[in-house]
């Protein structure tokens, strides 16, 4: 990997160059960076289920990327595996030893990084899903080190048909027969792979299942795919790892920043720009949770994604015209 992925623990002696997480009691976070320092910065952070190495990595890694001239910084979210979580921590804070971990604890993680980093203020921080509500958490929290913000099908809080989706899913996974209460001591993977099931059909759209999409990704079968690229991708991972990045997930609401905000006001508190990218047929983050937060941004404006690849057209794993188009569209909102 040419951009290894590095280590910052604020209570490390070396905080840019620390020890990964099983070497550290404190948070510590994974990231890696593009381009030189002296550039304009822009930081990405990975998503649920997301990896250091791969995300929104069509954004910054090619040579004629749209982020080719900016400093960009790719963070992993706690919980994801990277970042310290509960399957990578010392043997004192592992699996259900692990302490609850919200978006605030990531943000000013990921604030402190910048500061070490030297960078005074970023000039773009692009999110997708869960790094989409991280983006509104900073927006948020430091309303002035942050210019530009992309939200890649998200929203600024967990709508309840959102937690429905995802309580679902986290039901198959804690009622799993080798889950024994969060105690396995051998992968619980009847559990990850039945989240992983009740995940896929959220993550796509209906006419993405009818028009039999899977046959882009060359399987020739539903089961096929739901085998490749879900048993064998979300339901290979650690059971607690799922359920820490999901219980942030489900708590994500900026209003809880501030006892006396409100979900307006919490908004209109926003100086950076904001640009909204949903998905026309995502289940997760509909088009609607945007629209209604567009009316209380002061700077924002909202490019729906038309696809039928649902929560998925926004990501890493978008198809190729999904990808020209958020492509063209940060390119232009960033030189805004």
Not at 187 to 206: D, E, I, N, Q, V
């Amino acid at each position: 990997m040419s951009n290894p992925i590095k280590y910052f623990n604020t209570n490390a002696a070396t905080r840019l160059n620390a020890d990964d997480p099983s070497k550290n009691a404190g948070l510590t976070l994974a990231y890696r960076t593009f381009g030189s320092p002296k550039n304009l910065a822009v930081l990405i952070p990975s998503c649920f289920s997301g990896r250091v190495a791969s995300t929104l990595s069509f954004l910054y890694e090619a040579p004629n990327a749209v982020l080719k001239d900016y400093f960009v910084i790719v963070c992993g979210l706690l919980g994801g595996s990277d970042s310290s979580s509960p399957s990578n921590g010392p043997t004192s804070v592992r699996g259900s030893n692990f302490p609850d971990v919200s978006y605030e604890t990531n943000i000013r993680l990921q604030r402190a990084l910048c500061d070490a980093l030297g960078i005074t203020q970023l000039e773009g921080y692009i999110g997708y899903s869960m790094g989409g509500q991280q983006a509104y958490y900073m927006a948020v929290l430091y309303p002035s080190f942050v210019k530009h913000v992309v939200i890649l099908a998200s929203s600024a809080r967990t709508s309840w048909q959102n937690k429905s989706c995802l309580g679902g899913a986290m039901t198959a996974l804690l009622n799993s027969s080798d889950w024994q209460d969060g105690l396995y001591d051998r992968p619980a993977h009847k559990g990850t792979r039945s989240f992983a099931r009740a995940y896929a059909t959220w993550a796509l759209s209906a006419n993405w299942f009818r028009q039999e999409r899977w046959n882009d990704l060359g399987h020739s079968t539903l089961e096929e795919y739901l085998v490749k690229n879900w048993d064998e991708g979300m339901g290979a991972w650690d059971a607690h790892d799922l359920l820490c990045m999901l219980v942030c997930w489900l708590a994500g609401d900026i209003t809880l920043l501030n006892s006396e905000s409100s979900f307006s006001s919490a908004l209109a508190s926003i100086e950076a720009k904001v640009l909204l990218m949903p998905c026309r047929s995502d289940l997760f983050f509909p088009p609607e949770d945007n629209e209604e937060e567009l009316k209380h941004l002061r700077h924002g404006e909202i490019k729906v994604i038309e696809s039928v690849w649902g929560h998925m057209a926004a990501g890493e794993w978008a198809q190729k015209e999904d990808q020209r188009f958020i492509e063209s569209s940060v390119q232009q909102f960033l030189s805004s």
